[in-house]
């Protein structure tokens, strides 16, 4: 039986969620049958995900929580011009990000130890996915508020980290626990009782030119992660339009490239599994799936059911229909 990989059920016409459940099942079924378990904790990250959208009640008092910040930010920043978004992660972006994570891992580990890292410790890295519901918030300075001689991008940056400062206190008396972040991208702007929270891609931009902060929480009363986002409007502009977008697509492929050559096919089956479902959501031509609620023109023009998106790979969740429901 051939590899099961997501782009085998993006044909038929089903709805997102059917299509997850399907995946799930058949990727648990073939991770019992070869006693395989980090494809066994690929199908319970899945699993999370079914949950979420399905019993997804708990958002809109999530949602709410979160709109208090910008309350807050529209009082003590009145001069600013700001935006705060939510998304659930989309599916295509979820699993690139877990066999992305499988292979940087295994690759890192084997070209610094000479030696394959354990199973356990390649689950962790499927554990590590924080930000299955994200929030953004996007900050500028509008330019009749700076004064000439002013440094836009460095005002900006300071209301940026100001706001940093203070979103892990006032979450966190509603109830979100901050988390601490890993030992990459480590900031020294933020203040020390909040700096081991955040990952500073500004401080530490990403080799394609990202820049953000992010910081992940537990929503004691939903059980469930999400990941803040913190950035300015050049910033978010870059990530989603720009250069950062397409240049770190680019980049993507070229470095598992590499990372093939370095473990050659059959020496590593879990790399292996990873590389390939990898590639071939590389190779994913949008204007030829058929998923419920999605259309695309070609990889850059895409309707989502809810209007024109460009430069993201993404598959939209639906309102399901009670008949729609009814999924196997």
Do not use: W
């Not at 440094?151 to 988390?179: M, T």
């Not at 030829?288 to 850059?300: C, G, L, Q, R």
């Amino acid at each position: 039986m051939g590899l099961v990989s997501l782009n085998d059920y993006l044909y038929k016409g089903d709805t997102v969620v059917k299509i997850l459940h399907c995946y799930a099942r058949d990727l648990k079924e073939a991770a019992i049958r070869d006693n395989n378990g980090i494809e066994l904790a690929h199908s319970n990250c899945l699993l999370l995900m079914i949950d979420l959208l399905e019993h997804n009640d708990f958002l809109t008092a999530q949602s709410q929580k979160i709109r208090e910040f910008y309350k807050y930010m529209a009082e003590r920043y009145p001069f600013l011009a700001f935006t705060l978004k939510g998304r659930i992660k989309s599916l295509i972006r979820l699993e690139e990000k877990i066999n992305g994570n499988i292979v940087e891992f295994i690759y890192n580990d084997y070209v610094k130890t000479g030696r394959f890292p354990k199973e356990a410790d390649i689950k962790d890295q499927i554990g590590r996915i924080k930000d299955l519901i994200a929030y953004r918030i996007v900050i500028s300075l509008p330019q009749c508020h700076i004064k000439p001689g002013d440094d836009r991008e460095k005002l900006e940056l300071g209301f940026l980290y100001e706001i940093a400062n203070a979103l892990p206190d006032f979450l966190e008396e509603r109830g979100f626990k901050p988390e601490i972040a890993g030992p990459d991208a480590c900031s020294h702007t933020i203040s020390e009782p909040y700096r081991e929270y955040y990952q500073d891609y500004i401080e530490h931009p990403k080799s394609f030119g990202y820049r953000s902060l992010h910081i992940s929480f537990f929503d004691n009363t939903s059980r469930s992660n999400i990941e803040v986002q913190i950035r300015t409007k050049e910033m978010d502009d870059n990530a989603e339009i720009g250069p950062a977008n397409h240049l770190g697509y680019e980049m993507r492929q070229e470095s598992e490239r590499a990372r093939r050559e370095e473990i050659p096919l059959g020496v590593n089956p879990y790399f292996d599994h990873a590389y390939e479902r990898g590639m071939k959501l590389q190779g994913l031509d949008l204007s030829k799936i058929n998923v419920n609620m999605f259309k695309a023109v070609d990889n850059h023009l895409i309707n989502d059911g809810c209007g024109l998106y460009r430069g993201r790979l993404i598959l939209p969740y639906e309102h399901l229909s009670r008949f729609q429901n009814d999924l196997i």
